[in-house]
């Protein structure tokens, strides 16, 4: 009889311990094979602008699964997600930059970073920012390089009758590299300074400007906002006795009446400028 009762306790501990090894065994699996979707959060959005900005993430998590895609998503409305505006920025855990463009002036924008893996997407925090609003002078202002070329006033170029253009009247331009600075009086107002190259030192003060469709112009001159070229084409000179049967003539030289009838071409002071924003 002992050693029935003895057998029949060794087979149920070696019973506990089968059930109990195997449960630890399945709940060991589980562990293992579970997958969530990512960990993430968003980044404060910088470098923002009229019409970009910049943001990302940070996956600390991918959840037990390969995150395969990520990036940032964001919409004018709150809770963006992958079916608005992303960008999609490689794939893994760790720290992402995103860079946001396309962006309206003047507008709030909601941006959330994303992460997707076999789970599925997981979304970090949601943050808020807005553009700005540039002003026309605010869009134009800074330093440019270029050529500059400069036709001072009051050469003679010679004595010639009747109505004609006269010989060689160009190769009195002096050219050179020339830089332009432009500072903001306010919102609509500039002034522009050349230097270099011809140029000693020629200012333009309280330059009122307009903008229209990236374009602004003023009196004498433009700037492409999306090129960022400026073109300067001044008179700094006047006519003197005009003659107005050559009033179709170029602009960069005017004529005197002489005595006797003969016509003395004289150069109107001109400054010309074609360059980029440095």
């Known amino acids: 009889m002992k050693n029935i009762i003895t057998s029949c306790k060794m087979t149920c501990a070696t ?12 709940d060991s699996g589980n562990d293992i094979n579970t997958v969530i979707t990512p960990i993430l959060t968003t980044n404060t959005v910088n470098n923002i602008s009229e019409n970009t900005a910049i943001s990302g993430g940070l996956i600390t998590s991918d959840g037990g699964a390969t995150v395969i895609s990520r990036g940032i998503c964001w919409s004018t409305n709150s809770n963006p997600s992958i079916n608005d505006e992303k960008t999609i920025d490689g794939s893994g855990t760790g ?22 893996n076999s789970e599925g997407v997981a979304y970090g925090n949601e943050n808020n920012f807005t553009t700005i609003q540039l002003t026309p002078a605010d869009k134009i202002l800074g330093t440019y390089s270029g050529v500059g070329k400069r036709m001072p006033n009051g050469i003679i170029l010679g004595n010639f009758s009747g109505c004609i253009t006269p010989p060689n009247w160009d190769s009195n331009f002096i050219t050179g590299a020339t830089i332009v600075n432009i500072s903001k009086v306010n919102d609509n107002t500039i002034n522009i ?8 030192s020629s200012v333009y003060s309280n330059i009122n400007i307009t903008e229209n469709n990236g374009i602004i112009n003023f009196g004498f001159g433009n700037y492409s906002v999306v090129s960022k070229s400026l073109v300067i084409s001044a008179n700094t000179g006047s006519w003197i006795n005009t003659n107005s049967c050559l009033q179709g003539l170029p602009y960069y030289y005017g004529w005197s009446a002489l005595m006797n009838g003969v016509y003395s071409y004289q150069t109107i002071g001109h ?7 440095q």
């Open 271 to 277: 400054e010309d400028f074609t360059g980029t924003k």
């Open 95 to 116: 720290l992402f930059t995103s860079n946001m463009a396309g962006l309206n002036a003047n507008t709030t924008y909601y941006v959330k970073a994303y992460a997707i």
């Open 193 to 200: 300074n050349l230097t270099g190259g011809p140029f000693t």
């Open 15 to 26: 019973i506990f311990l089968f059930i109990l090894t195997s449960c630890s065994t399945s």
